[in-house]
């Protein structure tokens, strides 16, 4: 605000320079009022005199007339009169830039109150949205808590269930294991009472097999004499069965002769369905086939045919078994051949299956054939001397389908017996053994 004194200035200033112009035209006046400016046009000081106040009463005294005032002096009270005009004139103006100011301070501070209550409510609005927000995740939080104290009680539930659970098993792991213990070692102390009696065994027959050695090396000379007197006896009985079969064959040379088979399979594709005895005539040859022993009952149909026979094509072999209890197994084998005597009649067999054990018992493929006088085993023992018999032995091998039979009145397992160890181990006692080849492509 400017103070009244210095407007009061200011205006007879103005009328102190401006004098001489002031009769002509109006003064203008230009006030800054911070951003605001206000022009003022000044009035006439010729148009604004005001009366002059009547002169006091002179004393009551005699006192000299005085002369009229001079131009000077009407001109100082009219600049004075202005002077007070322009004094009220600028208190209103005053009157009215305040009235302005004060109207215009309103209006400020009714927007400034206005925003500040939009902003107010704009930030009650926040805060009611955040508290909501707090209200929601506080409510998200506790079910969260819930949720972790459950599963905290679940799994501390599973935790005590696994321990018991656990306790269970070890008691039960450790009662059975207690009882497999004492089952095995009772099993176990049976076996090594087994092995003392198997070893106690084994002593004697090895004990027994140097006696019978010894036997074997004496009696080595008379059994060959007597194996070449066989055979010369043989001859001359076949000499006289081919002698008498050309005696009866004179009358009767009329007879058809019977049909010849070059095998089982022959027989078998010309229509003959029973079983039975038929002749067989081997390829390349004139004489028909007729082995050692009864074709009936107990027979062996000889290396040499055998190697001829299963030589020409490919063969396959089944061996079938049947114990005293009337129990019948099989091993087969895929392909089955004899090799010549000049390659000791080596046997070769593979491509096992069947019921007879696990594995088959026969010994391995290139196996030579040990006879008493012609003794091809891998032992120094002599197999076919102890066993009686001959066979594709190896190193005595598990099996010999060529030993002695005992008839059921024997109890005692004989080491000279039929063998198919594979099968019953050595207690068998098989009361039929047969050996059967056909073509492999049947």
Known sequence: MIPRRALVLLACHLVSLLGPVMATERQRHRVQHGPCSFTFVLPEVDHCRLPSPDPPPPPEQDVPPQDKPSWQERKLENLKSATENNTLWLQKLESYIQENVRTGMEEKRNAVHTQTEAMLLMGTNLLSQSAEQTRKLTDVETQVLNQTSRLEIQLLEYSLFTSR????????????????????????????????????????????????????????????????????????????????????????????EPASFRDCADVLRSGVKDSGMHSIRLPNSTQMVKGFGDPSGEHWLGNDIIHQLTSSQDYSLQVQLRDREGNEVHSHYDH?????????????????????????????????????????????????????????????????????????SFTTVRYNGIKWYYWKGPTLMATMTTMMVRPANL
């Open 165 to 256: 659970l656990e306790k269970h098993i070890l008691h039960f792991l450790e009662q059975r294991f207690s009882a497999l213990e004492s089952h095995y070692g009772r099993e176990l102390q049976g076996l090594q009472k087994e092995k003392r009696q198997l070893q106690e065994l084994l002593d004697r027959q090895s004990h027994l097999v140097s006696q019978l050695q010894g036997e074997v090396d004496g009696s080595t000379a008379n059994s060959t004499l007597l194996q070449r007197q066989q055979a010369l006896l043989t001859n001359s009985v076949q000499q006289l069965l081919a002698l008498v079969t050309h005696c009866n064959e004179i009358p009767t040379a009329a007879q058809e």
């Open 336 to 408: 089955f051949h004899v090799d010549a005597e000049d390659a000791n009649y080596s046997l070769h067999a593979d491509g096992f299956s069947g019921t007879a054990g696990r594995t088959s018992s026969l010994t391995h493929s290139g196996t030579p054939f040990s006879t008493k006088d012609r003794d091809n085993d891998r032992c120094t023992c002599q197999c076919a001397q102890i066993a009686s018999g001959g066979w594709w032995f190896e190193a005595c091998g598990p099996s010999n389908l060529n030993g002695m039979y005992y008839p059921a």
